[in-house]
Nanobody, 115 residues
Framework: VQLVESGGGLVQPGGSLTLSCVASAFAISNYPMSWYRQAPGKGRAFVASITNDGANFNYADAVKGRFTISRDNAKNTVYLRMMNLKPDDTAMYYC?????????WGQGTQVTVSS
């Protein structure tokens, strides 16, 4: 099992980024998927989750209305569209398999929001 995130980078406040998470050795259609993040000096925090069929979602209060999680089961890929980014969104972003029980994690992609 492997999860590989990409799409991070340096962006100015108010900017946008879209993260991707490509899965291999399993079909994401069989699992809910999640995004978490870890800011410098802090623990890993929940960002968003999506059900197997993409019909239901859950978001952390800090990102509601700004971030959108989606999935393309045919491409075995999960996305996180991030808009109106703030300096507090600076973190390493991780893709994970599962909803509340998470059994596989990617290596992360760094997002830095700074002017």
């Amino acid at each position: 099992v492997q999860l590989v995130e990409s799409g991070g980078g340096l962006v100015q406040p108010g900017g946008s980024l879209t993260l991707s998470c490509v899965a291999s050795a399993f079909a994401i259609s069989n699992y809910p998927m999640s995004w978490y993040r870890q800011a410098p000096g802090k623990g890993r925090a929940f960002v968003a989750s999506i059900t197997n069929d993409g019909a239901n979602f859950n978001y952390a209060d800090a990102v509601k209305g700004r971030f959108t999680i989606s999935r393309d089961n045919a491409k075995n890929t999960v996305y996180l569209r991030m808009m109106n980014l703030k300096p507090d969104d600076t973190a390493m972003y991780y893709c994970a398999r599962g909803w509340t029980t998470l059994d596989w994690w990617g290596q992360g992609t760094q997002v830095t929001v700074s002017s």
